[in-house]
T-cell receptor, first 114, second 112 residues
Framework: DAGITQSPRHKVTETGTPVTLRCHQT?????MYWYRQDPGHGLRLIHY???????DKGEVSDGYSVSRSKTEDFLLTLESATSSQTSVYFC?????????????FGPGTRLTVL | GESVGLHLPTLSVQEGDNSIINCAYS??????FIWYKQESGKGPQFIID?????DKRQGQRVTVLLNKTVKHLSLQIAATQPGDSAVYFC???????????FGKGTTLSVSS
């Protein structure tokens, strides 16, 4: 399995609080992605990174920000969590650009916003 | 807009049968397609991929077929086993070629 870890694995928080999810990889892959997975929607891309300090928005980026200060870490921040952000969040990595090769996924973080 | 869909949300088969999971895609310019398997409580796991210059690719017990004329992708699993029970997702390249667009998934249930 690709060396991808996510932390925390589970989190319960209250509406309006900030939340940061961490993705850590040991594969030295250039590309990293954050997805959310909800029933009936499959996996939807939030943000992605194509290098240190290089990030771009995905399909559902509103309410989320990201940062990548090191190759191995990609952080997803919810500045002010809302109940609609209750979801399972997956991080993925790939060695090539996002649409041209397989992505390897982490184990996921289950976030509940009350 | 871009969309990747699967024809059936669920599929139930008997152990030993062959399974076929279908997917329709909308981006005629997509040049890369991929299938993932997701077991309960885990992240998606790569199964097999195919590029648009091919119409068939085989792996271990799995075959992916690509029909670009009708924008259809299928995953065939031979001699389905209980361990194959999972949600299967297809994905295609987005319009910009920068990311993958995932379908909503088909839940495969294998009974013994």
């Amino acid at each position: 399995d690709a060396g991808i870890t996510q932390s925390p694995r589970h989190k319960v928080t209250e509406t309006g609080t900030p939340v940061t999810l961490r993705c850590h990889q040991t594969e030295n892959h250039r590309y990293m992605y954050w997805y959310r997975q909800d029933p009936g929607h499959g996996l939807r891309l939030i943000h992605y990174s194509y290098g240190v300090k290089d990030t771009d928005k995905g399909e559902v980026s509103d309410g989320y920000s990201v940062s990548r200060s090191k190759t191995e870490d990609f952080l997803l921040t919810l500045e002010s969590a809302t109940s609609s952000q209750t979801s399972v969040y997956f991080c993925a990595i790939s060695g090539e650009a996002g649409g041209v090769s397989e992505q390897f996924f982490g184990p996921g973080t289950r976030l509940t916003v009350l | 807009g871009e969309s990747v869909g699967l024809h059936l949300p669920t599929l139930s088969v008997q152990e030993g049968d062959n399974s076929i999971i279908n997917c329709a895609y909308s981006n005629s310019a997509s040049d890369y397609f991929i299938w993932y398997k997701q077991e309960s409580g885990k992240g998606p796991q790569f199964i097999i991929d195919i590029r648009s210059n091919m119409d068939k690719r085989q792996g271990q017990r799995v075959t992916v077929l690509l029909n670009k004329t009708v924008k259809h992708l299928s995953l065939q699993i031979a001699a389905t086993q209980p361990g194959d029970s999972a949600v299967y997702f297809c994905a295609e390249t987005n319009q910009a070629g920068t990311a993958l667009i995932f379908g909503k998934g088909t839940t495969l249930s294998v009974s013994s």
